[in-house]
């Protein structure tokens, strides 16, 4: 039923993460799941639109894709999974728009977010998670 499973991760929210662990081991358990594992490098312009300026020297983009690809590997690990179902990735810009993009370039099935911290202009949901939620073209399930 559920073939191509999009799981994104922040990988500073461990405590998010833990959450939303158990959910895709017991899918995985119940059909024959492809997991794929998303997090995001937000872009320099989307930290802008939160209003956050920038120290002169600025990061390298593939230094920041090298540091993340360490910590994202081992929060990977903390999945029971086999490794020939659990498929990485990772892309820069909004993680919004990179969720639904990668959602729809791998035919998801299902899209199992964590949400977190909501504001009085998200109500109920994270603004990422609401996102998803509001503009994917697959199932969305949402570990509160």
Same mark, same amino acid.
């Given at each position: /039923?559920? $073939?191509?499973?999009?799981?994104? @991760?922040?990988?500073?929210?461990n405590e998010?993460?833990?959450?939303?662990?158990?959910?895709?081991e017991?899918?995985?358990?119940l059909?024959?799941?492809?997991?794929?594992?998303?997090?995001? @490098?937000?872009?320099?312009?989307?930290?802008?639109?939160?209003?956050?300026?920038?120290?002169?020297?600025?990061?390298?983009?593939?230094? /920041? $894709?090298?540091?993340?690809?360490?910590?994202?590997?081992?929060?990977i690990?903390?999945?029971?999974?086999?490794?020939d179902?659990?498929m990485p990735?990772?892309?820069?810009?909004?993680? $919004?728009?990179?969720?639904? $993009?990668?959602?729809?370039?791998?035919?998801?099935?299902?899209i199992?977010?964590?949400?977190h911290r909501?504001?009085?202009?998200?109500?109920?949901?994270?603004?990422?998670?609401?996102?998803?939620?509001?503009?994917?073209?697959?199932?969305?399930l949402?570990?509160?």
């Open positions: /039923m559920y $073939k191509t499973v999009l799981v994104p @991760i922040d990988i500073s929210e998010l993460t833990q959450r939303v662990v158990a959910h895709v017991a899918l995985a358990k059909h024959d799941t492809y997991v794929h594992f998303l997090t995001v @490098i937000p872009s320099y312009p989307y930290y802008t639109t939160l209003g956050v300026t920038y120290p002169a020297g600025l990061p390298d983009i593939e230094e /920041m $894709k090298r540091n993340t690809s360490a910590a994202f590997t081992e929060v690990k903390r999945f029971n999974l086999p490794e179902r659990i990735h990772i892309m820069t810009g909004t993680p $919004k728009e990179q969720i639904l $993009k990668l959602a729809d370039s791998l035919d998801a099935d299902l199992i977010i964590g949400s909501p504001s009085a202009t998200t109500f109920l949901l994270g603004s990422n998670a609401a996102a998803v939620v509001r503009h994917a073209t697959c199932l969305v949402v570990v509160r």
